[in-house]
């Protein structure tokens, strides 16, 4: 261990944080997987209630280019509170991987 592994392990290296809200769909026409991050900070718009809002339109790249339209909603501390979808449903990170989801 190097001098400066030393020091990162004394001040405790947290490494980048991911500032981002991950979502996982499946397409309503094709079944495939898509896996995308919204950025709290750059994503979000600011609704006139102090809310904010994202949204997102995903488009797979392996069987059926559907577009699937997903719209989230966070308070006004950017914590997720709820979400809507069109041609697709929601699953879960698990689910995305047994499907065979590529990793980025």
């Known amino acids: 261990m190097g001098f400066l592994d030393s020091l990162k392990s004394f001040f405790g290296d947290a490494g980048p944080k991911d500032d981002g809200y991950w979502i996982y769909v499946r397409c309503s026409r094709?079944?495939?997987?898509?896996?995308?991050?919204?950025?709290?900070?750059?994503?979000?718009?600011?609704?006139?209630?102090?809310t904010?809002?994202?949204?997102?339109?995903?488009?797979?790249?392996?069987?059926?280019?559907q577009r699937v339209e997903v719209?989230?909603?966070?308070?006004?501390q950017r914590h997720f509170t709820d979400r809507d979808i069109a041609f697709g449903e929601f699953i879960t990170a698990e689910e995305?991987?047994?499907?065979?989801?590529?990793?980025?």
């Open 30 to 50: 094709c079944g495939e997987v898509i896996k995308t991050r919204i950025d709290l900070q750059g994503s979000l718009s600011l609704q006139d209630d102090g």
């Open 52 to 65: 904010y809002v994202a949204h997102k339109t995903l488009v797979g790249n392996q069987l059926c280019f």
């Open 71 to 76: 719209t989230l909603h966070f308070d006004s």
């Open 96 to 104: 995305y991987a047994q499907a065979g989801g590529p990793t980025p």
